[in-house]
Structures are given as C-alpha cells and as structure tokens.
C-alpha cells in the first residue's frame, strides 16, 4: 500500500509569528494515511484537531512543516483533497442537485453531470434532488455535505466531526456511504468526539492532545495501552491514556508517539 | 465566477421579500418623489382673528385700501381659518387644528396710516420644534412679503407727492392748496419778477429765494430717487460659474436616485459577502489558498469579490435607472444625455459595491454586515449634502476629506453632472469613482484574507 497523504513535522501556531508566547494549536505533527484507510483523530476539546483537518484541507495555512497528497491536483483545479466541514458548507435556497452542480462546476469536473448522477446515487439522495437544502434533516444536508467532499473524486476525504448532529440511523446511513468510499480506496481522515464510533469503523486512530500527536496505532493497541483488555471500551482507555500522558508530561517525562 | 454569479442570482430569485422590495421599492420612491415634487406644497392652516372694524380703510395717498383685502393678500400662502375671537384661536392652535393663529388688532389702519407708528400683529403657535420652525418661517415670510408690498405702495403714493411739488398739479388730497406752482417752475417765475425789479435789497433776496427753489428742486428729484433704493436696498445678480442652472427638482431626483442605488449597492454587497461566511461556503470556495503552489482554490479571493460587486452594482443599476424612468414621467429628465446617466450610474454603482464587499469582508455575520452597511451609507449620505458654507471651516474640512474617501458624493456628483450639467465635466467624476472602486476592492481583498 502506499501512502496517499504525508504530513510532516506540522506545526501552527496562533498570534505574531515571531512571539515566543505564541499558542501553539499544533507541535511537530507527523503522519501518513494509506489508499483504503479509514483513519479517526481523537483528542479532548482544544487537542487541535479541527486545526488539523483544516489544513490538510488547505483552508488554513500552516506555521511550519508541510502535506503532500500523492495524487496531483485534479485537473480543474482543487487540492486533491476532499474537505466535510463540521457544519454543512452549503446553499440553503439551493435544491441538493442545484449544490452539487455548482460544486461540480466550480471544480472544473470534465463531465460535472456524470458526478452529480453519481453522487446522488452514492448518497441515495436521488428522490430528494430537487428538494431545497433548507427542508432537508440534519442528517440528509449531512450526506450533501459528504457528497460535496466527495463530487471531484478526491484521493483523499477529510472530515471534521461528521456525525456530531445526526442521531443514530443518520450516522448508520453516513457510515455505510464512508465506508463504501473507503473500500473503493479513498483513504479517510476524520475527527470525533465519539470514540466508539473510532473502535467500530477506523483502522487507525490518532490521538493528539495540547497539539501533540500521543498516539498513531490500531484501535486494538490503545486498547492495550489504555489497560483495557481485546474488546474492551475504548473511550475508558482513551481517557486513561491520556491521565499517563498528562501525569508523564507533569513529572517531566516525555510522552510522545510510540513511547511505552 | 459565471456559475457562482448565477447562483447568486437563483438564490435572489428565490429571495421574495427581497426580491419584492427590490421592484417595489424604486416604484414607490419614484411615485413618491414624483408626486411631491410635481405638487405644489400643502398649505398649513392658520387661523386668523381680525380685530378690526369692519370695512375700515387703510389711506394710502390717494388710495383707500379696506383692511379685508390687505388681510386677504397677507394670508395667500396660507389655508386660513377665520375665527371670532383670541380665545378661540389659542383654543385651536392647543388642540393642533391649525398650525398657528394670527391675531389682527383693533386700531391696525390707523396705526398703519399714521407712517409714525409700526402696526403689529401677533402670532401665536405651539408644536413641535419643526412645527414651530414652519409656522414662524411661514408667516414671516409672508409678512414679509405684505410689507415690501406695503412698503411699496407707500413709496409710490410719496413718490407722487414729490413729482406733484416739483412739477406742480393738486395737492389737495393730502391737505395741500388746491393747486401748486412746483419747485421746477419757480426759477423762470422768480427770474422774470426780479429782472423786472431795480438792483436793490428786494432784488437779492428774490434772487436768493431763486437759488434756494432751484436747490430744492434739485434734492427732491434725488429724494424720489432714494425712496425707490429704500424700498428694496439690494438687488440680487446671480451668476453660475460651471455648468447649467439646476432646479430644486431635478436635483432632488439625483439624490434619490443616488441614495437608492448606495443602499442597494452596499447593503447587496456586503450582504453577499457575509452571506457566504454565514452558509460556512467561504471556506470552501476560497480553500487551495492556503496550499500555495500545491493547490487551486475553487475561486480566487478576487474573482470572488468581484462577482458580488457585479452583482449588486448590476442590481442597483437596473433598479437606479427604473427610478430614473418613473420619475422622469413626472419631471422633465433631458434624455439626449442618458449615455451620460449609463455611465454614471454604472461607476457609480460599482464604486458603491466595492465599498459594500469591503464591509461584508471585515463583517462576520450577515446582520453585523447589514448594520455597518447602514451605518456607513446614512452619516456618507448625510455629510455629501451638507453645504460647504453651513459649517465651521475646519469642519467643513473634515466633511470634504471623508465625502472624497468615500464614493456616495462623487457618484452623486457624476449623476447630478450627467442628469443636469450640474459641474463642467463628467470625467473628474468618474475617475474619482473608478480609484476609490480599485481602493474598496483592495480593501475588501485585505479583509477576506485577514479573516483566514
């Protein structure tokens, strides 16, 4: 397998650049993602998660450090990266075909209808094409957001908190459409609060907290490092993975990636 | 930017409340406007409480004026109310039936034909201080122009009196004799009786009385001359250095039209901006920028900006000239110049949208980039129609430097200038408009990536 997304040594930082005291929302983060991975990025509120995202999606610039994608740039233009803001990013007076037309469009797609039919299919939002994104439920504008990520057929789909508003058939149907992406190869970076939805689906989980990367491993290995058993609940061992991190990090020991 | 333009406008079809307001709104300001200005202005009511005795005269010279004419022609601007006493009009200047009472009292011919004593007449109103502002403005003007009448009259009637002693005739009328010789006549009569007489004593005095008659005669023939200066001091000349005259009318149009067109521009504008960041759409067409040279954003910051300034200084100049065709069916607009209002309006409008992008970029949110829209246009609005001269200089000044930072007075200017030939030349103008349109969308560029 190869890697369709490096990241390397990123860092961002807020305020005057030069500043010693300048917030550092992320430090040094380094990763790959595969063709085909589903990866969850995990963390407590403040970890530097969504800062993460947004710059693989090339909506924030970083201070330092740099992510590549594999693939060129789509031919119209892009960053080969497909981007699922945490609030859908849509025209609410739009119908669901009118937003995927636009984005289509505005990506420069070789044949935007043939995209437009094919997302529709994919999301199952076929019946409901016509209908302005203002009716639809949190969870069907959810799937259009998804479906706009998704128009240009990006290497790689970043979404940030994707089922944080839907309930739980909503996230059933939103995972099926994910996983479909995944298993046709798209590899999928995505943020949440809901770590058992990161034991059930991801293949990966990144854990960052204070804007340090902790973790990068199986679900089954921080299980492990979390002193829970195979099977066991992943948030408990989240939880208490990050109480060592933070009890390392204040004795002065480092904690970092890998570590024991 | 085609199909981003081409949203905004499905999204502004779909828009009812807005879309109507867009069409109603220049069909009731230009009906509005039209009316008002096609109209004479309404008449207040004032009531009128004469105190004189009926069919009393005023003695003007010759002439007899009865007081019910003069009273008549005072009140010929206003909507007069006759009531019987003081009470009565105190009674309905308090309830508001009539603006103001005027109240005429007893002994007014007298003293106005007495030429010692003023006549006075008392005024009496309530209100408001734009009430009280157009009772007193009305009612002195009109006094004003009673007196000047009156004045007039006076001079005429003394005018006669003076031609009569100096050419000779009937002064009987004023209590003179029956008929007078005439101070013009009086050195050919003198001259002859003193030619007649031996040099002697009687001789020189006829002689002095001869040189005084003609002095006299001489004086009040200048006399007549300075009662007619009197009775209006100064005279006005006007003379317009540039361009044509502009009436009141005409130009109140430009100001509409000018004032219709800013709000449309600026609130359409920052509107579309803010918009987009309210939909989380921003981030997602400007994102790629913050790749470099790695990626390419679905539209750049500057296609972006100008696609909602197209927009909505396309908007406002379909709206703009709309307002200019209704209203023009109750003014008369010079339509051989409408390639000049094409171009004024179209600068115009663009100026006014780049300064509306740039108050929906610094803006987060749509009602805080509707509010700071407003907020700017009505102050720019107000400071580009206070007159230069109406202020201390400094502030005046200050006033001059923000009306040229800002597109309302020059695009009122082109507009005036292309409507009415208000100022020498359109060119100025709209060069003006096109820096400070490059200057806006500068600025509206600076905020968009400020606002990463």
């Known amino acids: 397998m190869s890697a369709v997304l490096r990241v390397s040594a990123l860092t961002k930082r807020y305020g005057p650049r030069r500043a010693r005291d300048a917030r550092a929302a992320l430090e040094n983060v380094s990763f790959h993602v595969e063709a085909g991975e589903l990866v969850a990025v995990v963390g407590p509120n403040g970890a530097g998660k969504t800062t993460l995202l947004s710059i693989i999606a090339a909506v924030q610039t970083a201070t330092d450090g740099s992510v590549l994608t594999a693939a060129a740039a789509p031919a119209g233009g892009g960053v080969g990266v497909g981007w699922v803001p945490q609030t859908p990013a849509l025209y609410a007076k739009l119908s669901v075909l009118e937003n995927l037309q636009l984005f289509a469009r505005l990506e420069r797609l070789e044949s935007p209808q043939a995209a437009v039919a094919r997302m529709l299919e994919q999301t199952g939002l076929r019946e409901r094409a016509r209908e302005p994104v203002a009716r639809l439920s949190g969870g069907n504008r959810q799937r259009v957001n998804v479906a706009v990520g998704l128009i240009a057929d990006p290497p790689v789909l970043v979404l940030d908190e994707p089922s944080a508003a839907l309930d739980p058939s909503q996230r059933e149907r939103l995972w099926e459409l994910v996983c479909g992406r995944v298993a046709a190869g798209t590899a999928v970076l995505f943020s949440t609060h809901n770590v058992s939805e990161a034991q059930r689906y991801a293949s990966r989980v990144l854990v960052l907290d204070g804007g340090r990367l902790l973790f990068d491993g199986a679900p089954q290995e921080l299980l492990t490092r979390g002193g829970e058993s195979p099977g066991g609940d992943l948030e408990r061992a989240l939880v208490r993975f990050l109480e060592d991190a933070s009890a390392a990090a204040t004795s002065g020991g480092a904690y970092t990636e890998g570590a024991p | ?452």
């Not at chain 2, 905004?8 to 079809?13: E, Q, R, S, T």
């Not at chain 2, 300075?226 to 006005?236: D, E, S």
């Not at chain 2, 009505?378 to 930072?405: C, E, H, M, Q, R």
Request: overall charge positive; glycine content about 8%.
């Open chain 2, 1 to 452: 930017m085609r199909w981003l333009l081409r949203k905004d406008l499905a999204i502004l079809a779909r828009s009812r409340v807005l879309l109507a307001l867009l069409i109603v709104y220049p069909v009731a300001i230009a009906l509005l406007l039209g009316f008002a200005i096609s109209r004479s202005p309404a008449h207040p009511r004032v009531a009128i409480v004469n105190e004189t005795v009926p069919g009393e005269t005023i003695k003007l010279g010759r002439e007899h004026v009865p007081v019910a004419a003069y009273v008549k022609g005072l009140f010929d601007e206003v909507q007069a109310e006759y009531v019987a006493t003081r009470a009565q009009a105190v009674t309905k200047v308090d309830s508001g039936a009539v603006l103001a009472a005027v109240v005429l009292p007893a002994g007014l011919a007298s003293r106005l034909a007495s030429s010692t004593n003023q006549a006075q007449l008392e005024v009496l109103y309530n209100g408001n201080a734009l009430e009280q502002s157009l009772a007193r403005s009305t009612i002195e003007s009109e006094l004003a122009r009673a007196n000047l009448e009156f004045s007039e009259q006076i001079q005429t009637a003394a005018r006669r009196v003076i031609h009569t002693l100096l050419v000779g005739g009937k002064l009987s009328s004023i209590g003179g004799p029956e008929r007078i010789l005439g101070l013009e006549h009086l050195p050919a009569t003198l001259g002859g009786v003193a030619a007649r007489l031996p040099h002697g004593s009687a001789r020189t005095q006829l002689e002095q009385i001869d040189a005084f008659a003609g002095f006299a005669a001489q004086n009040l023939t200048l006399a007549s001359r300075v009662l007619a200066t009197i009775g209006q001091p100064i005279r006005v000349q006007s003379v317009l250095i540039h361009g044509r005259h502009t009436p009141l009318d005409t130009f109140a149009v430009v100001v509409a039209v000018s004032l219709s067109m800013m709000l449309l521009c600026v609130l359409l504008a920052a509107g579309g901006v803010a918009l987009e960041r309210e939909e989380h759409t921003l981030a997602r067409l400007l994102r790629g920028r913050a790749r470099g040279g790695g990626g390419k954003a679905l539209i750049s910051t500057e296609g972006l900006l100008a696609e909602k300034t197209l927009l909505a200084a396309g908007v406002a100049f379909v709206v703009a000239l709309a307002m200019l065709a209704g209203i023009g069916a109750f003014v008369t607009l010079e339509l051989s110049r409408i390639g000049m209002w094409l171009l004024a309006l179209a600068l115009g409008a663009l100026a006014l949208s780049a300064l509306g992008v740039a108050i929906g970029a610094l803006a987060h949110e749509l009602r805080a980039a509707s509010l700071l829209a407003l907020l700017t246009a009505l102050p720019l609005a107000f400071l580009a129609l206070v007159p230069s001269g109406a202020v201390s200089s400094g502030l005046g000044k200050v006033i001059d430097v923000v009306s040229f930072a800002f597109p309302f007075k020059p695009a009122l200017q082109a507009l005036d200038t292309a409507v009415n030939g208000a100022t020498p030349s359109l060119a100025p103008s709209l060069l003006h408009l096109a820096l400070l349109t490059c200057v806006f969308a500068a600025l509206a560029r600076l905020g968009l990536n400020a606002a990463e």
